[in-house]
């Protein structure tokens, strides 16, 4: 296999626990048509055959670079861990349990190249998806989102290529459990111009191992990317003119206080008393905010 000292992509697989999948995750990016990347797998203290099918494959090729964690770190702080092993002008994360098509790179590359003012490129999904990379201020980006003209930030860290200097600049995700890739993108586009990207690049699994998938129970998991939406539209660094960032933080607002009152008939007064006081909210701000 190729052995590039200076590697344009830095692949980031994050793993834990995930020997059933990874073979297939590695042999995905092998397939790709993009070569110049390299292929750091950063293992959080499995204790299944992930560390010994990983070092099996970087034997054989020396993109992949294998490291293990003397302790599990989590998911969001094992893939600062991994940014922090790269060398790659552009990070691009792929889970272990995801795979790559064999085209994705050379388009996100292509797009990132095209656009060097953006930090961030990322897959949009839905009716008026482009069919070409489109270039987007941060401001218009969220508004966008928040518009519901697009849903581009509810993409997983698997449908985003993010420049390296642009994350460490950012400091890396904040390390908050599975919204952490949400807020990222709030950050990476209140700071840096965004790249709209053409969908059904990459493969993501439906499994019942998901981080998603084992809390879907609960609601306080997605009530959580409405609180992110609540700090980022009422930020200081917001990308948005004053008007439109209140008009969107106003309907965000709502959907707080709306999901409050909702949560004491599905799932009761206790579920709904956690969610009240995670918003930091008093029942009259509730009320007054759900029938705004």
Sequence with gaps: MPDHAAPLVSVLTTVYNRAHFLEECIQSLQRSKFENYEHIIVDDASTDDSVAIARRYAAEDSRIKVFVNDQNLGDYPNRNQAAQHATGTYLKYLDADDLHGPWVLHVMVDAMEAFPSAGLGIIDRGPDSPTF????SGAEAQDDFYSNRRDMFNRSPLNAIIKRESFLELGGFSGKRMVGDFEMWHHLSSKFDVVII???LTHWRNHDH?????HAEDP??????????QTELGHSRNPMVSETRDQHLNAVERRIGRTILVAIKKHGLRKAQEMRLEAGWSWQQVISAAFS
């Design 133 to 136: 990379p489109l270039l987007l």
């Design 220 to 229: 306080i998991w997605a009530f959580r990317y409405l609180l992110i939406s």
């Design 198 to 200: 053409p969908d059904q």
């Design 210 to 214: 998901q981080e998603m998938t084992a």
